[in-house]
């Protein structure tokens, strides 16, 4: 008899099969037992019949429970009526563990509740999906990075300096001194790209963010690619190729689940090249013609960005922000210096801001000048100043949120629910 996973039970009709997973889902009619089960690849419902089964299995199922743990062999066939399309008479039924009373009901249930019982809130269908899509947008991502010839080099997550300022930083102890979690590992991929050529990390990045919002988690995912020769425009091409290819490939190999979600995916099929450029200036320009507020100098709130990603039918890039706003290492715009070569992503349907990414000071000078303008401890950046000093040039990177990419691709309120363990200001469990 075959050990198989629900996933595959097209290719066994009318076999005898083993299964072996959870089930989800009850309902008895005296000699019956309908048994919804799952076992993570997929979902089909056991008819447990009396009349068929041996008499422990008969007992086990008359005795079951949700989420209870078990072992099914029998045979499946195609079932019409059924919303998986299948059904498995079972002759045999193995409890592994009765399950005690599982506290997710069909009822609905507080977002808070769900959160306190996120260890379990994840068997759900929907969580679920969600994490399937999640994989695959890492899958494609990498994929991507790969065929694009950039080359995984990835960065410390414990650091003695900062790289996005000193507000959202979360230190701690380093035996007898002080590091700081990661908030992008910007600095160190410019290092790889000037031995590489093109680089890319991927991994947990970390901010004290002390704002409540749908965007913001404190440990987040970020793809932060880097690569030398290349300039802002040139690094909008990379970006723009790599949201279109994968929302493309995602949407192929993730039909299921985005169904399951119930996700439009109307919208994700115009995310393709080119997506419209707009300088800083003439988004603030747009914003205050549609009526919402705000001053030239000023960064986007979330509100403003929603604004502007309504605007369009795919994602948008922001480009030449005022220096003021923006950190140490962006590259002025020649003739301009008070606005910088960089550009943000933001997402459409109001998903904010999706990518941050810029042109880099690539001269010794400036880039000490602005260092002390931030006055940035000189002694823990020496190493990054040496790559101005040895073969600079210029070069662009920019930083991707795993999650916002997320959040946007499933269509989702919250980004807590594109992540499985999610660390919110006022959430470190489970
Ligand atoms: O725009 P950010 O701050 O850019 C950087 O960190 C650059 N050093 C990246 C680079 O050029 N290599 O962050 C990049 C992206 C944002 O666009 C957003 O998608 C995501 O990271 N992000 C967050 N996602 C979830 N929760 C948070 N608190 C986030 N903060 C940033
Ligand atoms: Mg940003």
Same mark, same amino acid.
């Given at each position: 008899m075959k050990k198989i996973s629900v996933s595959d039970i097209a290719q066994h009709l009318g076999q005898e099969v083993e299964l072996k997973g959870w089930a989800f889902n009850l309902r008895s009619s005296g000699s019956i037992v309908f048994l919804q089960f799952r076992d993570g690849t997929g979902r089909i419902q056991g008819v447990v019949s009396k009349k068929e089964v041996d008499a422990p299995s008969w007992e086990q199922a008359a005795d079951l429970t949700i989420e209870s743990s078990v072992v099914l062999v029998g045979t499946p066939k195609e079932e019409a009526r059924s919303p998986f399309g299948y059904e498995l008479d079972v002759k045999t039924l193995t409890v592994v563990q009765k399950a005690?009373?599982?506290?997710?009901?069909?009822?609905?249930?507080?977002?808070?509740?769900?959160?306190?019982?996120?260890?379990?809130?994840?068997?759900?269908?929907?969580?679920?999906?969600?994490?399937?899509?999640r994989d695959e947008v890492v899958w494609q991502l990498r994929k991507f990075m790969k065929e694009e010839g950039f080359v995984l080099t990835d960065s410390p997550?414990?650091?003695?300096?900062?790289?996005?300022?000193?507000?959202?930083?979360?230190?701690?102890?380093?035996?007898?001194?002080?590091?700081?979690?990661?908030?992008?590992?910007?600095?160190? /991929? !410019?290092?790889?790209?000037?031995? @590489?050529?093109? #680089?890319?990390?991927?991994? &947990?990045?970390? =901010?004290?963010?002390?704002?409540?919002?749908?965007?913001?988690?404190?440990?987040?995912?970020?793809?932060?690619?880097?690569?030398?020769?290349?300039?802002?425009?040139?690094?909008?091409?990379?970006?723009?190729?790599?949201?279109?290819?994968?929302?493309?490939?995602?949407?192929?190999?993730?039909?299921?689940?985005?169904?399951? /979600? !119930?996700?439009?995916?109307?919208? @994700?099929?115009? #995310?393709?090249?080119?997506? &419209?450029?707009? =300088?800083?200036?003439?988004?603030?320009?747009?914003?205050?013609?549609?009526?919402?507020?705000?001053?030239l100098g000023s960064d986007f709130g979330g509100d403003e960005e929603t604004v502007l990603s309504k605007m369009y039918d795919r994602p948008v890039f922001i480009t030449h922000y005022p220096k003021s706003v923006k950190g140490f290492y962006f590259q002025p715009e020649e003739g301009n210096p008070e606005?910088?070569?960089?550009?943000?992503?933001?997402? &459409?349907?109001g998903y904010g801001e999706m990518i941050g990414g810029s042109q880099r000071i690539h001269d010794l000078k400036l880039l000490e000048k602005r260092m002390k303008e931030f006055k940035l401890p000189r002694k823990d950046f020496e190493w990054y100043l040496d790559l101005r000093r040895y073969g600079s040039v210029p070069h662009s990177g920019f930083g991707l949120g795993l999650e916002r990419l997320v959040t946007w691709i499933c269509g989702?309120?919250?980004?807590?629910?594109?992540? &499985?363990?999610?660390?919110?200001?006022?959430r470190i469990r489970p």
């Open positions: 005690e009373e599982f506290p997710i009901g069909k009822k609905e249930h507080g977002i808070e509740f769900l959160m306190d019982h996120r260890h379990l809130w994840i068997r759900s269908p929907r969580q679920v999906a969600i994490l399937r899509v997550i414990l650091t003695p300096t900062s790289c996005e300022g000193t507000t959202t930083l979360f230190e701690t102890e380093y035996f007898d001194t002080k590091a700081y979690l990661a908030q992008s590992g910007q600095l160190y /991929i !410019e290092a790889t790209a000037s031995a @590489l050529g093109k #680089v890319y990390d991927f991994g &947990p990045t970390f =901010r004290a963010e002390k704002s409540k919002t749908r965007r913001h988690l404190t440990e987040f995912w970020m793809l932060d690619a880097e690569a030398a020769y290349v300039e802002n425009d040139g690094n909008m091409d990379i970006q723009e190729k790599m949201i279109a290819t994968v929302v493309q490939n995602v949407l192929t190999e993730c039909a299921d689940e985005l169904a399951v /979600i !119930e996700r439009d995916v109307k919208p @994700l099929l115009q #995310v393709q090249s080119p997506f &419209p450029r707009i =300088r800083y200036d003439e988004a603030v320009e747009k914003l205050n013609a549609a009526g919402t507020k705000m001053e606005r910088v070569l960089n550009s943000d992503l933001i997402a &459409p349907e989702l309120e919250h980004v807590r629910e594109a992540i &499985p363990f999610p660390r919110l200001i006022n």
